[in-house]
């Protein structure tokens, strides 16, 4: 199955698959997809309550958070209907069996135009960052990346990332200390914010066998946005 979205819509209709066991959602960057000190609903949240709504549901509604994007992210993540499809994800996730590509939009042009990443991160509890070193140290964590330049700008290079480890800030982390920032990620060295404080790092595919139905899905979803610089490098992605 082969599944392509590509709308502005309201929330609702950032549903872009779902069927009895799973609900595949194009999170906004303003979105949280757990609670935090904030306080803001979460994700989990909301879908709850409007299922809950939409079926009438007179009972509690189950969603099970399977995997996490950060929250000035956007992008596809999967929410797990019932417990048998959270536990049957959560094996896949350990398996490393799902295809997750991103879309991020950097500060520099990198030196080659594809290539393979791989630095160890140590995360930083205090500052909620990660930093990466070229080789093993005490306390890291092997991170690999591939990366491929789709489309550049006057200002601004696309990038397809391939993400092969899933580590604290990884795809922020890496693209950074090889020179790359995203645009907006001031928390790693873009030099200003922006408005609404999202960054330009999209999920934009994921590939998976239905741990349920083991029919192989493939989701590509482009970011919900009236944001220039998504929109002038749309046309490179599609």
């Not at 135009?113 to 991160?121: C, F, I, S, V």
Request: aromatic residues 8%.
């Amino acid at each position: 199955m082969h599944l392509e979205i590509n709308k502005k819509s309201i929330w609702a209709e950032q549903i872009v698959y779902e069927d009895n066991h799973i609900l595949v959602l194009n999170k906004l960057p303003s979105e949280i997809v757990q609670g935090d000190k904030t306080g803001d609903m979460p994700l989990s949240e909301k879908i709850k309550h409007f299922i809950k709504e939409r079926d009438n549901k007179p009972g509690n509604v189950f969603c099970g958070v399977i995997h996490r994007l950060d929250r000035p992210v956007s992008g596809l993540i999967i929410f797990a209907k019932t417990s048998k499809a959270l536990s049957r994800f959560n094996e896949l996730f350990r398996d490393k069996t799902i295809s997750k590509t991103y879309l991020a939009v950097v500060k520099n042009k990198p030196n080659n135009e594809k290539g393979l990443l791989t630095h160890y991160l140590v995360k930083n509890e205090k500052t909620n960052t990660s930093k990466a070193y070229p080789k093993e140290i005490a306390g890291s964590s092997k991170a690999l990346l591939e990366y491929e330049l789709i489309a550049s700008s006057d200002n601004y290079h696309l990038l397809k990332i391939k993400l092969l480890t899933g580590r604290h800030h990884q795809i922020r982390c890496q693209l950074s200390a090889m020179g790359c920032p995203i645009k907006g990620d001031l928390k790693y060295g873009f030099n200003r914010t922006n408005d609404g404080g999202f960054i330009h790092l999209h999920s934009y595919q994921l590939e998976f066998v239905h741990p349920v139905k083991k029919e192989n899905i493939v989701i590509k979803c482009l970011p919900i946005s009236s944001d220039a610089v998504w929109n002038y490098f749309s046309k490179s992605i599609l």
